[in-house]
């Protein structure tokens, strides 16, 4: 599967230490990952006198995290020594957790956080109503069994729900599929 | 803590994962360092601008990441009234599309946005009241998305009327009678039978009501609207879920869901009726007609009843009386709330630290 960020290119001339900057910041809530595995990074532009412009996408709308993320965004790059640092917010596309990185879903995973499957097709017509247990399969991250049950389909953050495990009993939290 | 299976990406996509194997524990912690080395699988083709292009083709980013970039700005970390978080009118691009007027955009990101905040305040009064902490987590989640998008939706509709009122400013320093929102969402709380009938209403509503807002000739409401189908879609299955457990569950779990379905069933009839705002928007392409969503709010409500033994609520009961919510015409339940709501903000307004 190709992501719209996997399409959109990779550090070209005079970008790649603005970008390898902002890729390395940490979320603030999920921080076993940089901003750049969760997929909410979504440009850096370098206008070569010292400027920066970053481009970020929510999770959720209501995600109480971007004014951090932002922040902390701005505060690395001030840092490496980009004078005039701009973050900009974007809500087009909407995020999925199909942009979250293969190597954020292993650290996810390491992190005993289970990553998300791919995120629903949408179909043409109305959104259809989901009634009824989940029938997605979620391995434990601990114990690695698939005898695994939804116990909320909300969590501790917007982006998570929380799980548990039959055989070793253990709850567990799981990255929701957006 | 760490196993196996962490070391094996989820079989995205696949109709039958993954009962992993396990075999011996991976007991590698990961290292600040490990978290900044560039993964190899993380290749990216160079751009020819040099610049990270998300969304090549899409004609509505540049426009978009200002207003919303605009809505959102601050470098202050913490979101909170006082804290200067704010400051909608810096850079907020108000174009609009050809044949949509600034006054009913302004208008409709009201109603909608206050729907979003006065439901998402019902919500948030049962922190601490839901009989389980799962539920108690939940109904806080979907009240901070509820939040998020009011926030999106009152900026805008600040900064589309012209008034340079910031989201604060609409949230707290307007009158009950300025407010726009439907009946449905500022009726006092009853028990969580009843909660879950509201909300299954209202989110099989608004769900309904944002899938083809999507759509909007307004880059930023049609933006605000794909993001709230995916959470709303979310606020709608939790609903329905419980609506089905309750009714299909004891003697009194029925009982309650059926009384609480009774009494959120008057304030249904105004979430089809269209203001003129709505109509001269929907005509204009930018917003949608409410009359419109009534067959899709019909099946899926249907659905879920079916699935909990239910029958739908006789419509003859009394409403909440003459008057609409998108007239400003409130019941007293709406003026308790603001009160509550609007207090610290009223108490010391332009206050900062």
């Not at chain 2, 998305?145 to 400013?169: H, I, V």
């Amino acid at each position: 599967m190709v992501s719209p960020r996997a399409r959109s290119g990779a550090p070209g001339r005079g970008v790649s230490s603005a970008w390898e900057v902002a890729r390395a910041v940490l979320d603030p809530e999920l921080p076993m990952l940089t901003l750049d595995d969760l997929g909410i990074l979504r440009g850096v532009e370098e206008t070569g006198d010292g400027s920066v412009v970053v481009t970020v996408t929510p999770t959720y709308s209501g995600c109480p995290a971007m004014a951090a993320i932002r922040a902390d965004l701005s505060a690395a790059l001030r840092a490496a020594g980009y004078a005039d640092v701009e973050v900009r917010t974007v809500l087009a596309p909407a995020w999925t957790t199909d942009w979250i990185t293969e190597e954020g879903r292993r650290r996810l995973a390491d992190a005993g956080v289970a990553p998300p499957g791919q995120a629903p097709a949408r179909r043409r017509g109305p959104v259809p109503l989901t009634l009824g247990p989940v029938r997605r399969r979620v391995g434990c991250p601990r114990c690695g069994s698939g005898d695994t049950e939804e116990v909320s389909r909300f969590g501790s953050t917007a982006c998570k729900d929380l799980w548990r495990c039959r055989a070793c009993r253990e709850p567990f939290e799981h990255v929701k599929e957006l | 803590m760490s196993s196996e299976a962490s070391a094996t990406p989820d079989p995205r996509g696949s109709a039958t994962p993954d009962p992993r194997e396990p075999s011996a524990p991976d007991v590698r912690v990961p290292s600040a360092s490990d978290v900044r080395v560039p993964s190899s699988a993380d290749v990216r083709a160079p751009s020819s601008a040099g610049v990270h292009e998300p969304f090549p083709g899409d004609p509505r980013e540049p426009s978009l990441a200002d207003a919303y970039e605009a809505i959102n700005d601050a470098d202050d970390p913490r979101w909170a009234y006082g804290t200067g978080f704010t400051d909608p009118l810096a850079g907020v691009d108000t174009r609009l599309p050809g044949g949509v007027d600034a006054g009913d955009l302004s208008a409709y990101c009201l109603m909608l946005g206050d729907d979003a905040l006065v439901m998402s305040h019902r919500l948030q009064e049962w922190c601490t009241h839901a009989p389980e902490l799962e539920e108690e987590v939940a109904l806080a989640n979907i009240a901070l998305d509820l939040l998020g998008q009011a926030r999106l939706l009152l900026s805008r509709a600040g900064a589309a009327d012209g008034s340079g009122r910031d989201e604060d400013a609409m949230a707290f320093l307007r009158g009950p009678e300025e407010f726009r929102n439907v009946r449905l969402a500022e009726a006092e709380n009853g028990d969580f039978g009843q909660e879950m009938a509201r909300l299954l209403v209202f989110a099989t509503w608004r769900l309904a009501l944002l899938d083809r807002l999507a759509s909007s000739r307004d880059p930023v409401l049609a933006a605000v609207a794909a993001k709230g189908v995916k959470e709303v879609a979310y606020h709608r299955d939790y609903a329905a879920g419980w609506v089905v457990r309750l009714g299909d569950g004891t003697p009194y779990s029925r009982e309650r869901v059926t009384e609480g379905l009774a009494a959120v069933w008057p304030d249904v009839a105004e979430l089809f009726v269209p203001h003129e705002v709505e109509a001269r928007l929907a005509r204009a392409g930018a917003g949608v007609d409410p009359a419109t969503l009534r067959e899709e709010f019909d099946d899926v409500i249907g659905q879920v009843l079916t699935a909990a033994t239910l029958t739908r609520p006789s419509t003859t009961v009394a409403g909440s009386g003459p008057g609409r919510g998108r007239d400003g015409d409130h019941t007293p339940a709406l003026s308790r709330l603001l009160d509550e709501l609007q207090s610290v903000a009223r108490a010391h307004q332009g206050a900062t630290w």
